[in-house]
T-cell receptor
Framework: EDQVTQSPEALRLQEGESSSLNCSYT??????LFWYRQDPGKGPEFLFT???AGEEKEKERLKATLTKKESFLHITAPKPEDSATYLC????????????FGTGTRLQVTL | NAGVTQTPKFQVLKTGQSMTLQCAQD?????MYWYRQDPGMGLRLIYY???????DKGEVPNGYNVSRLNKREFSLRLESAAPSQTSVYFC?????????FGSGTRLTVV
């Protein structure tokens, strides 16, 4: 059974204070690992897809990395508008594109 | 540029009532999904449709039925609502890798 565990559950940062979110996973055969951002009252919004160990993707202050067992979402010099819940999900090979999600990390960035 | 549209956005039902949640996508995606999101549980797959004319159970299908009406539309039906079905429901679609989500339906069963 595919599993995704995210840590920490919640994270409070001051503006400019860099940190990382962790996503540990077990999957029979990884087709892709996904990061989503979810704002309160809205649906998840796609951020990144990573396909193989060693791959990195960047977007503004966010950088996602992937190893064979985990992924990190690095947030550099965050701003209050980065406050959201960040979700990690895995897609296994041969599963009709089904995603298995973690429970997310709630990030709050304060001034 | 609508993406995935869900209706209604909010609904309150009494125990035992039935209702259908509607979902439509305009991106010509083959696969569509229904998830529910509960505090501390993450997003859990209820049903999915890999292509028009097919539907399959996900992780938590009990108490739900689905219909893939055509390539655009995928509906979720609660035949006899229970308080345990109080949740936020999300529809999503994909062409193969990565989903586009709707904005959700917040359902309360009293």
């Amino acid at each position: 059974e595919d599993q995704v565990t995210q840590s920490p559950e919640a994270l409070r940062l001051q503006e400019g204070e860099s940190s990382s979110l962790n996503c540990s996973y077990t999957v029979s055969g990884l087709r892709g690992l996904f990061w989503y951002r979810q704002d309160p009252g809205k649906g998840p919004e796609f951020l990144f897809t990573l396909y193989s160990a060693g791959e990195e993707k960047e977007k503004e202050r966010l950088k996602a990395t992937l190893t064979k067992k985990e992924s990190f979402l690095h947030i550099t010099a965050p701003k209050p508008e980065d406050s959201a819940t960040y979700l990690c999900a895995v897609q296994a090979i041969g599963t009709a594109s089904k995603l298995t999600f973690g429970t997310g990390t709630r990030l709050q960035v304060t001034l | 540029n609508a993406g995935v549209t869900q209706t209604p956005k909010f609904q309150v039902l009494k125990t035992g009532q039935s209702m259908t949640l509607q979902c439509a996508q305009d991106m010509n995606h083959n696969s569509m999904y229904w998830y529910r999101q509960d505090p501390g549980m993450g997003l859990r797959l209820i049903y999915y449709s890999a292509s028009e004319g097919t539907t399959d159970k996900g992780e938590v299908p009990n108490g739900y039925n689905v219909s893939r009406l055509n390539k655009r539309e995928f509906s979720l039906r609660l035949e006899s609502a229970a308080p345990s079905q109080t949740s936020v429901y999300f529809c999503a679609s994909t062409r193969g890798v990565g989903y586009t989500f709707g904005s959700g339906t917040r359902l309360t069963v009293v």
